[in-house]
């Protein structure tokens, strides 16, 4: 407070339609809300999601796709929900799945008896259907590696459940790749669903034919 001159602070953790709603909006001048889906007003200032990286064109996708998704192994994420979406849309296909290790995720044993990264895995195999294939692996990518990573997927996926503020970070390299993407209606994805409606308003092979160029748009309008 005792600072000369014009005092802004970046908000990162965003409420859905009230982006002050979890800091004091009396101590600064202006709110940088990095939220293309927020309303602008006189103290709030509306910027996209920033990407890190040079974006990549999207590629002809495979006879038997694949579609990948990540992210820490913590609750809400709907690997699950992938498979099963990928059960009713495909005879074949590969689902690629990578939960890396954390420091604060890795040890959610629980009543699982195991690493709940390892307790998905088991899940999303379990009910994937002959013809469905499932890779899951458990590796901690650079992000220039995640982006290549995403770029070999035909889709990028991501059909998230849980409810938090803020905007997903987890979009970030698969928008960069290029590749064509889906997401869930969770409001963590509410700066795509502007680009690209939800699933299942468009469902999995849809995607893969039509949304890279609302990719390369967001690319684009985010760079």
Not at 42 to 71: H, M, T, Y
Not at 89 to 117: C, D, L, W
Not at 145 to 166: A, V
Not at 174 to 203: E, M
Request: aromatic share 10%; with cysteine; net charge neutral.
């Amino acid at each position: 407070l005792k600072l000369k001159g014009l005092k802004f602070s970046i908000i990162l953790e965003l409420e859905q339609g009230n982006p002050l709603k979890l800091m004091p909006s009396n101590i600064f001048d202006g709110y940088l809300a990095l939220d293309p889906s927020a309303e602008a007003t006189n103290q709030i200032f509306i910027f996209p999601r920033p990407l890190e990286g040079e974006p990549l064109k999207s590629n002809r996708a495979r006879d038997v796709p694949w579609i990948g998704s990540f992210g820490f192994g913590t609750p809400g994420k709907g690997f699950e929900l992938l498979v099963e979406a990928a059960n009713r849309e495909f005879e074949k296909a590969v689902v690629r799945i990578n939960i890396p290790r954390g420091n604060y995720t890795s040890g959610m044993n629980g009543v699982h008896g195991q690493e709940y990264s390892r307790y998905l895995g088991a899940i999303c195999e379990r009910i994937a259907k002959p013809g469905i294939e499932v890779r899951f692996t458990f590796d901690f990518m650079s992000p220039p590696q995640l982006l290549n990573w995403c770029s070999d997927n035909d889709l990028n996926c991501f059909l998230y459940t849980r409810r938090q503020p803020g905007l997903s970070a987890t979009t970030d390299q698969a928008i960069l790749s290029g590749r064509p993407l889906i997401t869930g209606s969770n409001d963590t994805f509410r700066h795509i669903h502007q680009y690209i409606p939800p699933y299942p308003i468009i469902g999995l092979r849809d995607a893969i034919d039509i949304t890279a160029p609302q990719v390369h748009k967001m690319q684009k309008d985010w760079s």
